[in-house]
């Protein structure tokens, strides 16, 4: 204890000297009421040194501890004050920069990563790499859009391929990973892609369509050559059937690989 007061002792007053922050102390705590500027490297929660440049805390081989009881490693409860309906207010934003230049070789990676990793039994539990959720408490309302996770690609007004960028692209991409030949999920509920309505619901009141499709005009024709959406009938005979199950059922939906 009296290690840590001189050390609270000394940062108060390098803060006050710097002109940087002002804190005051506790017995175990010292609470910093103005900016607080640091750069003597990474900030590090624990005695292993992290792998992460800004922050971190522990490693794979020596993580922290959450407790033997479970808990939060961080948790913030944020609001705000505003009733203008143009502010846009983000609780938490990340934007990673690859690459140089247009013309530079660019690095490969991810602006965020979460991975949760399953080392014991769950017993029957719930295990998610990430959760995200947008919940109306009663009364609230919303004439625009409100969903639980949104994943969009942002593309530049130019031809991507015409750049010598002629790769995948997609808005979203669900996969399962298989370790190895031994992999199998045979005898296992669940999908590459699972959908749920949840809770406290009735048919009545969530007579909604399993996918609520939005196509520009410009992709719906009945030609079918240049279309996501061909509004021609068809006669052809359906050359294969992708599977799904519903409610445990499995049923067949009929797919062509020609367009008439």
């Not at 800004?54 to 705000?80: H, I, R, W």
């Not at 004439?143 to 031809?159: C, K, W, Y």
Request: proline share 3%.
């Amino acid at each position: 204890m009296k290690t840590r007061g001189i050390l609270f002792l000394i940062v108060a007053l390098a803060l006050a000297l710097s002109g940087l922050g002002q804190c005051s102390m506790t017995q175990d705590r010292m609470i910093i009421t103005k900016d607080l500027r640091m750069k003597t490297g990474p900030i590090s929660f624990g005695t292993v040194k992290p792998a992460g440049i800004l922050q971190g805390g522990g490693t794979s081989a020596s993580p922290l501890s959450l407790g033997a009881s479970g808990g939060k490693g961080f948790s913030y409860y944020l609001n705000t004050t505003s009733a203008t309906a143009t502010d846009a207010l983000e609780g938490l934003y990340v934007r990673t920069y690859y690459g140089a230049s247009a013309t530079a070789v660019a690095p490969q990676g991810e602006a965020g990563r979460f991975f949760a990793s399953l080392i014991g039994d769950a017993a029957s539990g719930t295990i998610t790499g990430l959760h995200a959720s947008a919940g109306l408490t009663a009364g609230a309302t919303n004439t625009g859009l409100t969903v639980g996770s949104r994943s969009n690609l942002i593309l530049p007004d130019a031809s991507i391929a015409g750049a010598g960028g002629a790769g995948t692209f997609a808005g979203a991409q669900v996969e399962i990973n298989s370790g190895g030949t031994s992999s199998d999920l045979t005898n296992c509920t669940g999908g590459l892609l699972r959908l749920v309505i949840d809770g406290s619901v009735t048919a009545s009141k969530m007579a909604i369509p399993i996918f609520d499709i939005n196509i520009p005009a410009a992709n719906i024709s009945n030609t079918g050559s240049d279309a996501i959406l061909d509004t021609d009938a068809t006669t052809n005979t359906p050359t294969a059937k992708l599977r799904i199950r519903i409610n445990g059922v499995t049923y067949w939906i009929p797919v062509d690989t020609a367009d008439d």
